[in-house]
């Protein structure tokens, strides 16, 4: 078959990236299509394949502002010529399934989630969102939301990246969904022979990750957190920082892998779709502490690799921390390493080749 897979934006190596990275294994010949392509900040598996970049890539400092073309990028999706493609695989999270392809072609949609901006987390957006910003973004996010639901029926099949996943796309676009979680390295991941007095987050700092409980809850308790990732909540989140906590910013993936050795457990606050950092702290052998929502419910074993909490607030998530501490012993990491092993690349692979024949097999055109 001649494939295409269709990304929104290849500007750096995320979730998302991963996922095109072990679809560019399955598919060695297929070509890449996406809006803004930086070859500098992918891995050398993407930049194997062909790119081909919608006129997004050309407009005024693209790399940086491309969410700013948001608006434009239906328009952009429905230019891309995909004649003679057997198979197109759109994986979405921005606008990527709005691709019109062949009447003979099977389209499936990985999708990491249905875009939080125009869904479910409309007013979080709008809320944080600058005066002038709100003013726009009314009309664009009704405008959107009509587009992002009537393309919705240009897929053949859907798939999930989680269980919470699939019941945002039924919700959404009243469409059913297969599940493949997403890859992980488990591999580039080792155990520490005895793990450091701190406890660590790693991940963008926006506000639905929540990193601000996690500050109040260690200022009160006054336990080391180390914090690794930068964002637009960066400048706050360093400023509320107290001295028993550190802000590190963006690291290269060496330190992170060091980090997640040796902490004592890792935070995870936020509502997720499905949360690679957890995964990857369960790597490294590592319990997570989390919230008892969203994907985190299909990755953490509670009382095995891992203790939730029940509410977003300071006072649960001290409590969930001074309960692990009388409980740390329980937590064994070549257990719990055992455990990451089943979001490997390779089921990741299994599980859409499963998907991908049925579908080819069930096919009526």
Known sequence: MKVAIVHYWLVGMRGGEK?????????????????????????PVIRRHRVVTTFIDRLPRARRWYQR???????????????????????ESGPAKGVIVPPGSLHLCYCHTPMRYLWDMYPDYLAGAGRVTRWLMRPMAHYLRM?????????????????????RIAKFYRRDADVAHPPVSVDDFYLADAPDDYYL????????????????????????????????QFEEISRMASGNIQ????QPFSVIREHYARCRALIFPGLEDFGIVPVEAMASGRPVIAYRAGGALETVVDGVTGLFFDEQSVEAMIEAVERY??????????????????????????QMRDILDRCLRERKY
């Not at 072990?22 to 900040?41: G, I, K, N, Q």
């Not at 587009?147 to 019941?167: E, I, K, M, P, Q």
Request: hydrophobic content about 45%; glycine content about 6%.
């Open 19 to 43: 996922v095109i990275e072990a679809l560019c294994e399955m598919f060695p010949d297929a070509t890449l299509f996406t809006h803004v392509y930086d070859p500098d900040a992918v891995s």
């Open 69 to 91: 073309y948001l608006p434009l990028m239906p328009m952009a999706l429905e230019q891309l010529d995909l004649r003679g493609y057997d198979l197109i695989i759109s994986s």
């Open 147 to 167: 587009w992002d639901l009537a393309t919705a029926f240009r897929v053949d099949h859907f798939v999930a990246n989680s269980r919470f996943v699939g019941s």
């Open 201 to 232: 987050m790693v991940g963008q700092l926006v506000g639905y990750k929540r990193t601000d409980l996690a500050v109040e809850a260690f200022k009160r308790m006054g336990k080391r957190l180390v914090i690794i990732g930068e964002g637009e």
């Open 247 to 250: 802000v590190m910013g963006r």
């Open 325 to 350: 501490e009388t409980r740390q012993d329980d937590f064994v990491p070549q257990v719990i390493r055992t455990h990451a092993e089943e979001f490997g690349v390779d089921r990741f692979k299994k």
